[in-house]
């Protein structure tokens, strides 16, 4: 019916012997990984060294003996006057026209607050599930209307 049948008794704890190669026959992998594989555990049971060949060869890049912290200024930012296309018109004749409107800055109040808090908060010291919270909420505080 094409399904794995184990006609065997499951008892805790560790096998007698590895039955991955008998399972990967019942699964009809490839004869040539089979027969490597029946290599590599004859070579493991008989202690011997096991020979990988360079194309499976992974480099190992060792870790820096030390944990590594990086703390870096926030860019302060300067309230300065954001001109819009209403706020700036271009005459006929050359030029600008600048309108009455007073100057807008670039932050409102609540987007100053929230940034100020972005300030505060260490990063370095918070879980990734801390630091999604942290920033749901300030996202919550500049939707609010």
Known sequence: NGKVVFLHKIQDGAADKSYGIHVAQLAELPDSLIARAKEVLAQLEGQEEIIIPKRVEVKVQEAAPEPVV??????????????????????????????????????????????????????LDMTPLEAMNELYRLQKKLKKG
């Not at 300067?78 to 018109?89: D, F, L, R």
């Not at 807008?104 to 260490?122: G, R, S, Y």
Request: hydrophobic share 30%; no cysteine.
């Open 70 to 123: 990086v703390k870096e200024e926030i860019a302060e930012i300067q309230e300065t006057k954001v001109e819009t296309e209403e706020e700036s018109q271009l005459s006929f004749f050359g030029g600008e026209q600048s309108s009455k409107k007073q100057d807008k800055p670039l932050l409102d109040q609540k987007e100053t607050a929230v940034l100020a808090q972005i300030k505060k908060i260490d990063l």
